[in-house]
């Protein structure tokens, strides 16, 4: 039987934002749905023993976007991962696009990740900040999207990929603390 540390009295689902039919941006040999989807994956692991949750797939896989929003609008959080990037290889950072209803936790996500990998902390931005004006996840789906770093930085990239296993750990803290109880979204292990 499964026993967790705190009540959780919110539901949470994670997404993958990419997949092999739509592989995102790609950058120093790597695609944006690679590191998502094993993001995804990892996150999956290190959030089983702490909360209940779905994601938006099975290992290596997501849901066309139509499924992952319907599947979003059903629960109380919805956080979906992608890669940034940028046509100047010196962008960097984190950055979360939501609604300002989920700020805070955007807030805390950009800080715990930024903290990990020592990258900027661009924050949490409107939906509109981001490449396209309009975010299916977020318009439809009231979820929240986590720029993980820029894919077209060199750096951010070999950062990302000497941490991973800390950065699954530091978003996940975030993420239990925003769905359980008494836990405040700003808590995270450095």
Known sequence: MRQYAALQEKSLYIAAGHSDTDPGA????????????????LLADYLRRRVIFD????????????EAI??????????EFHCNAFTNPAATGVETLSRRQHYPLGNALCQAIADTLGIANRGAKGEASGQH???????????????LFFITNKSDLAKYIANRRR????????????????EAP?????
């Open 186 to 190: 700003t808590a995270y292990a450095a």
């Open 26 to 41: 790609v950058g120093h040999g790597h695609t944006e749905a690679d590191i998502v989807l094993e993001f995804r994956d």
């Open 133 to 147: 004006s309009r975010l299916a996840f977020i318009a439809q789906g009231g979820g929240l999207i986590v720029e």
């Open 70 to 79: 319907g599947a979003a609008k059903a629960h109380d959080l919805a956080v």
């Open 167 to 182: 950065v699954v750990a530091a978003v996940g803290d975030v993420l239990v603390a925003a769905v359980c109880q008494g």
């Open 55 to 66: 994601k938006d797939g099975a290992p290596g896989q997501n849901l066309p976007l139509r």
